[in-house]
């Protein structure tokens, strides 16, 4: 079974500092690694995804993702963080050896403070 | 322009009344999902389709119905509101690749459901 897990329920971070939402997963086969964010009353958008590659993925509005095999991990960073930034964001995962569907984290509450 | 619509937004309802949440996409995928959100529970999935007259259960599928008999539109029926199905509803779909299946979602902008 695919499982991730987003062990920080909000992460408050001030304007201009570097970012970091950790995710962490597990699945049987391969994962197919996804990011999206939530801005108040708007549905899910997508940020970044990771299959196979370069560990270190860049997507939307300056976000980049590291991919570790060996800590199961897929965290989303940003270097210099923006007040715009805040809102919801989770992780999702695919095991690509299992099935079509994605499970989602719980998700990560940011608050980037001015 | 390339969108999941629904509608309603949002529906206050009271329990045991029969209710239809539509979905529809305008970017011809084949796979559609419905999903619910709960505060500290993240997205779980409802009902799924594939394609055209093919829905499997997600993971918590009691209490609510849904159809694909047009590739465009995934409808999510409630036969009998309860209380516990008070939540957010996204509906998604997305393309088949035929490297990798199910790929990247895209999300409508969600219905906010409360059953009184």
């Known amino acids: 079974a695919q499982s991730v897990a987003q062990p920080e329920d909000q992460v408050n971070v001030a304007e201009g500092n570097p970012l970091t939402v950790k995710c962490t997963y597990s699945v049987s086969g391969n994962p197919y690694l996804f990011w999206y964010v939530q801005y108040p009353n708007r549905g899910l958008q997508f940020l970044l995804k990771y299959i196979t590659g370069d560990n270190l993925v860049k997507g939307s509005y300056g976000f980049e993702a590291e991919f570790n095999k060996s800590q199961t991990s897929f965290h989303l960073k940003k270097p210099s963080a923006l007040v715009s930034d805040s809102a919801l964001y989770f992780c999702?995962?695919?095991?690509?050896?299992?099935?079509?569907?994605?499970?989602f984290g719980p998700g990560t509450r940011l608050s980037v403070l001015p | 322009e390339a969108q999941v619509t629904q509608n309603p937004r949002y529906l206050i309802t009271v329990t045991g009344k029969k209710l239809t949440v539509t979905c529809s996409q305008n970017m011809n995928h084949e796979y559609m999902s419905w999903y619910r959100q709960d505060p500290g529970l993240g997205l779980r999935q409802i009902y799924y389709s594939m394609n055209v007259e093919v829905t499997d259960k997600g993971d918590v599928p009691e209490g609510y119905k849904v159809s694909r008999k047009e590739k465009r539109n995934f409808p999510l029926i409630l036969e009998s509101p309860s209380p516990n199905q008070t939540s957010l509803y996204f509906c998604?779909?997305?393309?088949?690749?035929?490297?990798?299946?199910?790929?990247?979602?895209?999300f409508g902008p969600g219905t906010r459901l409360t059953v009184l």
């Open positions: 998604a779909s997305s393309p088949l690749s035929k490297v990798v299946g199910t790929d990247t979602q895209y």
């Open positions: 999702a995962v695919r095991d690509l050896n299992y099935g079509q569907n994605f499970v």
